[in-house]
């Protein structure tokens, strides 16, 4: 894949540069933009001419299918709205003492227990799922109050994925497992991390690709999160991993993830190849 990194100024459709023109080839795990060769150009609209962009703006141009197609940091109006809405969720903490919050935790237990009752909020019977003790609030500090409503996205949209990986079902498995939920909590963080979405300025071919898939689906952080959790317990399949190593596997995971979502041909969360392991 070829990347040009361009000043935003004009209002005029970018041509495809000739073969002899430079550009930077970049690996498709999360190169950082300042690290392209840089090219001056104009560009604006796809094909009349529009109203001048009075302030400067980074954009991306990138060869995919054999078309240039830019990515620039100023958003449309819906993928602000949608960024918006996301980051305000990101930025939601845990509270155990919101009745919402709490409904929440009784929704991921009925999702995941159909049939069985749920003693208490606090309870041993959240350790069968995966949390670190008695009470599941202690352990949202690093994902905040999204890292639960992905896990009940997970469990409600890929019920059948959702209850082999939390039992373990398939594949050699460790005298050592990784917990179920806390991992969870970790992936989360890491797709934070990884898309980096609160950064005034895109950094990232992977989180300008993903405000992409954002605006055809205001789910995709979400559908993500489930690629990478089941991609996760491939890769610790892959690698007969034990939890000491757990960390080794998510960093793994974040790398196909990147991978996947700088592919030619995936424009959405269910174009990634991992998608696949989903059911």
Request: glycine share 6%; aromatic share 10%.
């Amino acid at each position: 894949m070829r990347v040009v990194r361009i000043s935003c100024v004009g209002t005029r459709h970018l041509s495809p540069p000739s073969s002899s023109a430079a550009h930077s080839d970049v690996s498709a795990s999360s190169a950082g933009l300042s690290n392209a060769d840089a090219e001056e150009a104009s560009c604006g609209g796809t094909g009349t001419p529009s109203l001048r962009i009075k302030k400067r703006l980074t954009c991306v141009c990138f060869y995919r299918k054999r078309a240039y197609e830019r990515i620039c940091s100023n958003l449309t109006p819906l993928q602000e709205e949608r960024l918006k809405r996301l980051t305000k969720r990101m930025n939601n903490c845990f509270d155990a003492s919101r009745s919402d919050h709490q409904d929440a935790l009784r929704a991921l237990w009925s999702a995941t227990y159909p049939g069985e009752k749920l003693e208490a909020l606090i309870s041993d019977q959240w350790k069968d799922m995966g949390w670190q003790g008695r009470d599941p609030s202690t352990d949202f500090r690093g994902g905040g109050f999204i890292s639960l409503e992905n896990l009940l996205f997970f469990a409600k949209t890929f019920p059948t994925s959702f209850q082999r990986l939390l039992k373990k079902q398939g594949g050699k498995r460790a005298a050592w497992e990784y917990p179920f939920a806390v991992a969870g909590v970790n992936i989360t963080f890491m797709i934070m991390q990884m898309l980096d979405l609160e950064a005034s300025k895109p950094r990232t071919f992977v989180r300008s690709v993903f405000l992409q898939m954002l605006s055809e689906n205001e789910w995709a952080f979400d559908l993500l999160y489930c690629v990478a959790f089941a991609v996760m317990d491939k890769q610790w399949l892959d690698r007969n991993a034990t939890y000491m190593e757990f960390n080794d596997v998510l960093r793994c995971t974040r790398t196909q993830l990147e991978r996947e979502l700088m592919m030619d041909d995936v424009f959405r969360i269910e174009d990634m190849p991992s998608f696949s392991l989903l059911s």
